[in-house]
């Protein structure tokens, strides 16, 4: 799976099996010799999304732009990417627990967390529930997806998926393959599919094929791992900016600012992006490498 250059990959075990991640050569980015003063200790943590072959790759694109005046690391989280698959049905705990072991057991201080889409919601989530561990969050497209109410089980196809046998036959031929998935990042992720490169289907394809990755995604597709952030929302105090794609196809830019309109004390900033799906980190990196930028600025 892809790694970008001056990066390196490490690992932390946690209580559901070990979790790899991805973090800057020292020598190659942090100048050690005079290091500026506040940003020396400054942590990012990069955490993707879930799909069909989701990793840290999602955010490879973005993270490399920080490496010289922070901490970087950019988990696979369990059950994606190369990080072990663990045989269980996923549950919400099962990454709020996960994200707070990270941290605990990764930055030297509070990081500022950078999360895109159900994982952003469980991050949400994870800092309610330990505010002393994060200094501030960056989120794109944050949605439970059974946000006010909305009770995503009950679709179609959570409940194709929730049958023995076909739930793995669904995923071995419509996900854990080449078409499957750019079917799924131009249907599900991207706003313009002339985007999508093949560097992109190769790094999700790898994931998808891992032993027992399937685990994890059909948990996500199931709904078993989705929840109402609006009951939730609320508590929160971290100051954070939410980024959100006009485009989502999973939630609408007005699910977004019903969202937002919860807590204004902690959401500083919501910013639609026009023309971009769910994941601006992928579709538009530059653009969303210059609006992480801004919102470091306004956040610390």
Known sequence: MFVPPGFEQ????????RVVYYTATPD???????????KATANLVFLHGFGGGSSAYEWSKVYPAFAAEYRIFAPDLLGWGRSEHPERDYQPSDYI???VELIENTCPSAPIVIASS???ALTVRAA??????FKALILTTPSGLSDFGQDYKRSFFAQLVSTPVIDRTIYSLGIANSVGIRNFLEQRQFAEPNRITPEMVEAYLASAQQPNAEYAALSFVRGDLCFDLAAYLEQLTTPTAILWGR??????PEMGQRLAKLNPQAIKVF??????????QLEVP???IALIRRYLTLLQ
């Open 118 to 120: 159900l994982t952003a």
């Open 271 to 280: 910013q639609l992006l026009d023309d971009v799906g769910l994941t601006p």
């Open 286 to 288: 530059a653009v969303t």
């Open 247 to 252: 485009q989502s196809a999973f939630t609408s």
């Open 128 to 133: 309610i529930a330990h505010p002393e561990l």
């Open 97 to 99: 627990n996960t994200i």
């Open 28 to 38: 190659r980015w942090l100048n050690t010799a005079n290091p500026a003063p506040e």
């Open 10 to 17: 490490q690992s932390v075990v946690t209580a559901l099996g």
